[in-house]
């Protein structure tokens, strides 16, 4: 008989992570439960909860979750006669909030015994760098560690690697939002979860799933298969094997370990001149140190090639019950922007087919979640652009491609969702500090299309149609309550005042373009609205013209990787960018 267990219940009402001292708490013998599941975990409420692992196969698998007295609240069983893999599913039945409660799970002899778990709200935080960026590196990160004492925010970081790696999963923790842990966590997760625990009931804890990797591109969180099906994904697969052909083992491991010391050595010196030199741009940084040495070598043991963190983290997780999905993903896709939208599309649905609890053939019929109802929400890219791009006047234009793929996702996928971030980049930094208006905008999205309420300020303007007005166009907007101008480039928003009435060429952010296709800035005025859809005070006009275009046939707005975007609507939300 093997027993492995957590804290005793009750003990800690505060998850401060770590592993349970001497004892591997993913397993018990031949029972093995997926590592997400620790002391101090937040299961989904109101969802029917999946609990998930491997044991031997000719033995009955049982759940129960018990009150800190030990009644038990509820019990599942998995029989060994229908299983033909050592994997089982268990779902427990909808709950509502509360706790602290005990997770145990049997298997013959052997017993995982997990304390201090909650019901609430679990989100899963997914995508690259800027999701990954951590709290105690961000804006004012020092200040939000220092005042953070949670105990009902917590957040589990998903190990970072490229295939299964049973000791990293292991050594992995539920922690609480409380200093100084919570330095550690995505600081837009931090944001996104603090913002729920303020407008949810107190009562309720959110738990936040961190899954990413730095220089990510979106191909590393798909399956090959998914890749290989499509005209978009199979290039990037095809590249991958190009890499490393011909290669040995020997000599990409030397690539790897020759490259990854230079990488520290560079973080290690930036690290070191911000410390000496506060207030130092990167920029500036670059210029004494030389750019960041990116990317890395391409290899079979990487987490950045294509598949990787698919297999090695999420198909980890999956399927453990959240209540949805945020998505900040889409830097390192610049060169094959245009495959982007394909992709993004073909992520949402297998990462929704994965979270599928209908495809486990459980005595839980009655009460099964559809993977349909799984929301993403994306974070539209800010604006940036290479400084040394910039300095010799160019603009490849490829982060508006993008951004106009995450729009369509939101526009035509059922419950996925857009942030605007336009006023939230920063001039030559790919990794901008603001995190807090990135989570708690994308919080405010949760809370008014997830949970319904209606007194959180969510919707950016929007273009909803255009209108050829003889030597000018009419643009019409949705959400434009209030509709004003509000600096010009991120850089000058912060300080800048509301504006109403006409803006310049060249700081308006419009450009519109005659039959030739030739786009040139022009000057756009907000208008006072008559019309039809003027009862409801969301709709606005913005009247576009340039004395260069004489007869216009199509307008865009905030159309550049780096550029004028100060449209905003009277919650002080940047209006989405357009091109049509």
């Known amino acids: 008989m093997s027993t492995v267990t957590g804290i005793a219940p009750g003990a800690s009402a505060v998850a401060h992570g770590g592993r349970h001292a001497g004892a591997d708490r993913t397993r018990a013998g031949a029972l093995r439960v997926a590592a ?24 009955d698998v049982v759940v129960r979750l018990l009150r800190d007295g030990g009644d038990i609240v509820i019990a599942q069983s998995v029989a060994a006669t229908p299983r033909d893999t050592a994997s089982w599913t268990a779902l427990l039945p909808p709950l509502p909030a509360g706790g602290p409660y005990t997770l145990d799970v049997h298997a013959g002899d052997d017993t995982l015994s997990y ?43 998903t190990p970072k690697v490229g295939g299964v790696d049973e000791d990293a999963g292991a050594d992995s923790a539920w922690c609480a939002a409380v200093a100084p842990e919570v330095a550690h966590m995505s600081a837009v997760g931090y944001y996104f979860g603090r913002r729920l625990r303020e407008r949810l009931d ?83 940084i670059d210029a004494v140190l030389g750019p960041c040495p990116w990317p890395p070598p391409v290899t079979p043991f990487s987490e950045r090639r294509v598949g990787a963190p698919f297999e090695g983290m999420v198909r980890r997780v999956a399927p453990y019950t959240v209540r949805g999905f945020l998505w900040y993903q889409g830097e390192e896709d610049e ?49 940036w652009i290479d400084g040394q ?22 526009e035509s996928i059922d419950d996925v969702e857009l942030v605007c971030t336009m006023d939230c980049g920063e001039f030559d930094n790919i990794h901008p500090l603001d995190k807090r208006t990135v989570g708690e905008r994308i919080a405010n999205l949760a809370l008014r299309t997830v949970y319904g309420d209606g007194d959180v300020a969510a919707d950016s303007p929007r273009v909803v149609h255009t209108t050829v007005a003889g030597e000018a166009i009419d643009v019409m907007f949705d959400h434009a309550r209030g509709l004003h101008w509000h600096g010009t480039t ?19 952010g419009f450009e519109i373009a005659g039959d030739d296709g030739v786009y040139m800035d022009a000057d756009a005025q907000i208008l006072e609205y008559s019309g039809i859809d003027a009862a409801d005070g969301e709709h ?34 940047p209006a989405f960018p357009y091109a049509g």
């Not at 299961?43 to 998930?52: K, T, Y």
């Not at 304390?115 to 960026?133: C, K």
Request: charged share 20%.
């Open 36 to 59: 997400v599941f620790a002391d101090h975990m937040v299961l989904q409420r109101d969802a029917p909860i999946a609990v998930f692992g491997t044991a031997a196969r000719d033995v």
């Open 115 to 157: 304390a201090d778990i909650f019901i609430g709200e679990v989100w899963l935080a997914g995508g690259q760098s800027n999701i990954e960026l951590e709290l105690h590196t961000s804006e004012h990160g020092a200040d939000a560690i220092a005042a953070a004492d949670d105990p009902l925010l917590r957040f589990y970081n």
């Open 202 to 284: 107190r009562h309720v804890a959110v738990g936040i799933i961190d899954c990413y990797i730095g220089g990510t591109s979106i191909s590393c969180w798909m399956s090959t298969a998914t890749l290989n099906g499509s005209a978009a994904g199979r290039p990037y697969v095809e590249r991958y094997e190009q890499a490393v052909a011909g290669k040995t083992d020997a000599q990409m491991r030397a690539e790897a370990d020759a490259w990854q010391r230079t990488f520290d050595q560079w973080n290690n010196d930036v690290a070191a001149m911000r410390d000496t030199h506060p207030g130092i741009t990167q920029p500036q």
């Open 335 to 383: 060169l094959q922007c245009d495959s982007y939208r394909e992709l993004l599309g073909l992520l949402i649905d297998e990462w929704r087919t994965l979270w599928n609890l209908d495809a486990y053939d459980e005595p839980t019929v009655g009460y099964q979640l559809s993977a349909r109802t799984l929301p993403f929400l994306i974070v539209q890219l800010p604006q």
């Open 389 to 410: 791009v910039a300095a010799h006047g160019g603009d490849p234009r490829r982060w508006p491609v993008i951004r106009a793929a995450q729009y369509d996702a939101s």
């Open 490 to 508: 991120p850089d000058t928003m912060r300080d800048a005042t509301d504006e109403t009435g006409a803006r310049t060429a060249g700081a308006s």
């Open 540 to 573: 606005m006009m913005v009247r576009v013209s340039s004395p260069q275009v004489s007869v216009p046939t199509a307008v865009r707005y905030a159309w550049r990787s780096w550029g004028p975007a100060p449209l905003f609507n009277g919650d002080g939300l």
